[in-house]
């Protein structure tokens, strides 16, 4: 995701370069795990002070489902539009001060939206952001129907199968009874007529 500009920072403003990406991710961020390579163009365009890149990018990314915590693939897709601007002029190497550019001081100085000293321009923190900003906030199983997501429907159905089981025994419950704080005991008694009331 690296492109040399020194050519394109030579012409006049209105120039422009197109790329079709195929790029791996891996080592992109370490709490991510990419399941497909980053794909889409990426126009690059002269403007008066540098760099405007602009494109539609999408990849595959590996999340837990916010329902049944399985691991499940979330497409993820997004669009670039980033004003880069040169650390150096192209034909004398002369530094130039963020004062001779127009934009927010913020922008000037942010280290990811600088073309480097060699005329590098380096999309990788650019890309790494827009992917975060991009994943859903609760991502979860591709279910059908009202918000059925199958995985948790099959662990419940699990889960209702286990209930059938006895796990203890009444003389666990007694024991249980004997302990309980007498404060309690009239909630217990309820219990108790409830339990008589429905056998």
């Given at each position: 995701?690296?492109?040399?500009?020194?050519?394109?920072?030579?012409?006049?403003?209105?120039a422009?370069?197109?790329?079709?990406?195929?790029?791996p991710?891996?080592?992109?961020?370490?709490?991510?795990k990419?399941?497909?390579?980053?794909?889409?163009?990426?126009?690059?365009?002269?403007?008066?002070?540098?760099?405007?890149?602009?494109?539609?990018?999408?990849?595959?990314?590996?999340a837990?489902?916010?329902?049944?915590?399985?691991?499940?693939?979330?497409?993820?897709r997004f669009?670039?539009?980033?004003?880069?601007?040169?650390?150096?002029e192209?034909?004398?190497?002369?530094?130039?001060?963020?004062?001779?550019?127009?934009?927010?001081?913020?922008?000037?100085?942010d280290?990811?939206l600088?073309?480097?000293?060699?005329?590098?321009?380096?999309?990788?923190?650019?890309?790494?952001?827009?992917?975060?900003?991009?994943?859903?906030?609760?991502p979860?199983?591709?279910?059908?129907?009202?918000?059925?997501?199958?995985?948790?429907?099959?662990?419940?159905?699990?889960?209702g199968a286990?209930?059938?089981?006895?796990?203890?025994?009444?003389?666990?419950?007694?024991d249980?009874?004997?302990?309980?704080?007498?404060?309690?005991?009239?909630?217990?008694?309820?219990?108790?007529?409830?339990?008589?009331?429905?056998s």
């Open positions: 995701m690296q492109f040399n500009v020194a050519q394109l920072l030579k012409e006049l403003t209105g422009t370069r197109r790329f079709a990406l195929n790029e991710l891996d080592g992109l961020d370490e709490e991510l990419f399941l497909g390579p980053l794909v889409g163009t990426v126009q690059l365009l002269r403007t008066n002070s540098g760099i405007l890149t602009s494109g539609e990018l999408s990849t595959v990314v590996q837990t489902c916010n329902r049944c915590l399985e691991p499940i693939a979330v497409p993820v669009e670039l539009e980033d004003s880069f601007r040169p650390l150096t192209v034909y004398t190497g002369r530094y130039l001060h963020p004062d001779e550019f127009e934009g927010s001081e913020e922008d000037l100085e280290a990811a600088l073309i480097n000293e060699q005329h590098i321009l380096n999309l990788t923190e650019v890309v790494r952001q827009s992917v975060w900003l991009a994943m859903p906030m609760y979860a199983c591709n279910w059908e129907g009202a918000g059925q997501c199958p995985n948790l429907t099959r662990r419940l159905a699990e889960i286990l209930e059938d089981i006895e796990l203890y025994s009444d003389a666990d419950e007694r249980e009874e004997t302990k309980i704080d007498p404060r309690w005991a009239a909630l217990l008694s309820l219990r108790r007529d409830e339990d008589s009331a429905s």
